[in-house]
């Protein structure tokens, strides 16, 4: 059975709705004309304002519902509640297809209505404005808005697109399994190396001691280290072992093949902390941005309600 994206949930459900309401506002946006011009403060504001507030709200569920679900679980579990089959079911819905329902919703349908409606912001509080924007909490609840709006975009696409990435790239394997590999691949290089030049011995030695896979965060994100030591202890083997004999030739083939290894390891290694690391960085961004643009909202709300 194909799998189904959040984007494709229930047949475009969300998009279908989120395409509706942004049809609406801006139908109704064309034909009203107030006097002098259109602002928040209109009918038309009023109703589209309170649009907007009431689908962030809705928006804000979902970070209440993704937490609450492992909470209950734990508490069926607890509580002996929880039967094979539904800790089977929970399992799998947790793990694989985020499906456990609450409030009837899945947890798919909710990250999907969660996309949608969050791109119908746009439309409705750019027409809440009327276009009037200034140096003020208004105008900075609205900024804030559209960079938190942006960010989940981006954590869409990275949860969509990088996770076939992570699978291609490590097939069976994990990070620790491919490390302990590294690390096998080390000691089997070193027991070569012995019996060539000096030359050699450091460069696999070097290629141990000094082959760094991660680092800080932003390294992580670029996925490699510049003048890799096993990269370069690959490229210049290519032109040491053309002065062996026969006798010996075979044995630094042998050794030429496992740094070869090596390097496509921790190619591959770095390539999963990058995507991971990838999967992570928009929560740096729209976590924070979330809770600032909160406190905008509030704000925004408040001067209107009493100082308006």
């Known amino acids: 059975m194909k799998s189904v994206s959040l984007l494709e949930f229930k047949h475009y459900r969300y998009f279908k709705v989120s395409a509706f309401l942004m049809m609406v506002a801006i139908v109704a946006y064309s034909l009203d004309k107030p006097e002098p011009e259109p602002f928040g403060g209109t009918v038309l504001g009023y109703i589209l304002g309170i649009a907007a507030a009431l689908i962030v709200v809705f928006l804000l569920l979902y970070g209440v519902r993704k937490r609450l679900t492992p909470r209950i679980h734990a508490s069926n579990k607890k509580n002996g509640l929880e039967s094979s089959s539904q800790r089977a079911t929970s399992t799998r819905a947790t ?5 456990g329902r609450y409030g009837g919703f899945t947890l798919q349908g909710w990250l999907s209505s969660h996309v949608y409606l969050g791109g119908t912001l746009i439309v409705l509080a750019t027409l809440h404005t009327g276009f009037q924007f200034g140096l003020n ?9 559209m960079l938190v709006i942006f960010s989940g975009f981006y954590g869409t696409y990275v949860y969509l697109y990088l996770p076939r990435l992570v699978t291609e790239n490590m097939g069976g394997d994990t990070l620790e399994s491919i490390l302990l590999k590294i690390k096998d691949f080390d000691r089997f290089a070193e027991k070569r190396a012995l019996q060539f030049s000096d030359e050699i011995i450091e460069l696999v030695a070097l ?14 994100l670029g996925g490699r280290q510049k003048n890799c030591p096993t990269s370069l202890a690959v490229q210049k083997l290519q032109g040491l072992g053309k002065g062996y004999s026969d ?12 740094m070869a290894h090596k390097e496509t ?10 995507y991971k690391a990838r999967l992570d960085f928009w929560l740096y961004f729209h976590a924070p941005l979330s809770i600032a643009f909160l406190v905008a909202l509030v704000a925004h ?6 100082y308006w």
């Open 95 to 99: 793990s694989h297809q985020n499906e």
């Open 137 to 145: 909490v208004h105008t900075l609840s609205y900024l804030l808005m």
């Open 207 to 220: 290629s141990r001691q000094k082959t760094r896979i991660g680092g800080n965060f932003f390294q992580q």
């Open 247 to 258: 006798d010996k030739l075979k044995s630094f083939h042998d050794l030429y093949a496992i």
């Open 265 to 274: 390891a921790v190619a591959r290694a770095r390539k999963d902390v990058k």
């Open 301 to 306: 709300i408040t001067a209107i309600l009493f």
